[in-house]
C-alpha cells in the first residue's frame, strides 16, 4: 500500500499515513508523537488543512491518547471520530469522538497533580529509576509551561517528586516514596476487581418490571462477558445514608455505565462525579432517544434492543477497559 509523510494534526509530528485494509474510507496514522490510531480520511484532511478547527485544543487531544495508551496499552488503538458519527455498529473498532476524549481534560489542579504523577509512574522504567521530563511531552496536562511548572512544584511541596537534575528545559526526575504510596492509593481505588457502578433509573412503580429486565438482560451480562462485576444503583431511591454508600461505591469502581434513555437527573449526577474523578464513563441511550445537552458530543452506544445493548456494551467495555479480571461470559 502507497504512504506518505504528512504531519499530525494533534502532536505536529510526521506521520505515515495508510488505508485502514478493509476500509477505503479510513486512514491508519502512526510514527508521529501520538499513539498509533485510525481516523476517517476526509476528517483527517480537513483538521490537516485548518488545525484551528479544533479551537485550540488539538495539543489536548494528544496528551489524552497519550495518557490512554501509556495507562493502558493493550488497548486496541481508537478510531478518532471528529465531526463525523461513529457508524453503528461499527463494532470492528473501538471509536472514541473527540469531544468525548476532550471531555476527560482535568478541570480542577487536585485532579491534574493526581492524573500527572499517574502519567509520569506510568512512563517510567519503575521505582528508583529516574524519568526524563519534558514539557513538550505534556504529561502533566497541562496547557502551557507556567501551568504545568506550578503542577510540578506541587508535587515537590508533597514530597512525591525529587528533581535530580535541572536542566534549562528538560529536568531529571526521581519519584519519592511519598509519590509512589499517593500513586498506589490512586490503582487501588479503582481495581478492576471492584464491581463497576450502573447508574440507571429504575423506573418508579411503572417501569421498575422493564428497567430491572433490561439491566438483567442486557447490561449486567454485557459487563459480566467483558471480564467485570457489575453493580446497580438504584437512583429513585436517593437519600442521605444511600448517597453516602453511592458516592462510596462510584470512588471504587473501576469505570460506570450510565443508562440515559429516561433523562433521569440522578443518573446525570453519578455520571458527572465519576467523570470529575477521572473515571471512564460509558454512555448508553435507546435509538430514538435525544439526551440531555451536556453530553450530546459524546459518542453513546444507542441501542435497539435487550440483545443489541448487550453486544455493543460488551465491545464499547472491551475497547476502552480491555477485558477485565474475572472468567469472561460467553
Ligand atoms: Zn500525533
Redesign the pocket.
Known amino acids: 500500500m502507497a504512504s506518505k509523510s504528512i504531519l499530525?494534526?494533534?502532536?505536529?509530528?510526521i506521520?505515515t499515513t495508510q488505508q485502514q485494509s478493509g476500509y477505503h474510507r479510513i486512514w491508519r496514522?502512526q510514527g508521529?508523537?501520538?499513539p498509533p490510531?485510525s481516523i476517517f480520511r476526509i476528517e483527517f484532511e480537513r483538521l490537516h488543512e485548518n488545525p484551528a478547527r479544533l479551537g485550540g485544543k488539538q495539543k489536548r487531544v494528544?496528551a489524552l491518547?497519550r495518557e490512554r495508551y501509556h495507562r493502558n496499552s493493550h488497548l486496541p488503538s481508537p478510531l478518532l471520530c471528529v465531526d463525523q458519527d461513529p457508524p453503528d455498529d461499527f463494532d470492528a473498532f473501538t471509536t472514541i469522538s473527540v469531544d468525548e476524549l476532550l471531555h476527560t481534560w482535568p478541570t480542577t489542579l487536585s485532579e491534574r497533580v493526581d492524573r500527572g504523577l499517574c502519567n509520569l509512574i506510568n512512563h517510567s522504567m519503575g521505582a528508583g529509576y529516574t524519568i526524563e521530563y519534558d514539557p513538550e511531552k505534556w504529561d502533566l496536562l497541562a496547557d502551557d509551561t507556567n501551568v504545568s511548572g506550578f503542577v510540578l512544584q506541587m508535587m515537590r511541596e508533597r514530597d512525591w517528586v525529587e528533581v535530580t537534575e535541572d536542566g534549562e528545559y528538560r529536568k531529571t526526575l526521581l519519584i519519592r516514596p511519598n509519590g509512589w504510596a499517593r500513586f498506589e492509593e490512586l490503582a487501588r481505588s479503582t481495581r478492576p476487581e471492584n464491581p463497576v457502578f450502573v447508574a440507571m433509573w429504575f423506573g418508579g412503580k411503572d417501569k421498575r418490571d422493564t428497567m430491572s429486565h433490561l439491566y438483567e438482560r442486557s447490561i449486567e451480562p454485557a459487563i459480566e462477558a467483558a471480564g467485570f462485576r457489575a453493580k446497580r444503583s438504584d437512583t429513585d431511591e436517593h437519600n442521605e445514608p444511600i448517597m453516602d454508600r453511592i458516592i462510596e461505591d462510584i470512588r471504587k469502581c473501576p469505570f460506570l455505565v450510565a443508562e440515559l434513555s429516561d433523562d433521569n437527573n440522578g443518573v446525570y449526577y453519578e455520571a458527572g462525579f465519576a467523570r470529575g474523578l477521572g473515571k471512564e464513563v460509558i454512555h448508553c441511550s435507546r435509538e430514538n432517544h435525544r439526551p440531555h445537552f451536556d453530553v450530546s458530543g459524546i459518542n453513546l452506544v444507542k441501542w435497539k434492543d435487550d440483545e443489541h445493548l448487550q453486544r455493543r456494551l460488551r465491545d464499547r467495555i472491551l475497547g476502552v477497559m480491555g477485558s477485565g479480571p474475572f472468567e469472561e461470559k460467553a
Open positions: 499530525c494534526p494533534f502532536c505536529r509530528g506521520v496514522v508521529c508523537l501520538c490510531y494528544y491518547l
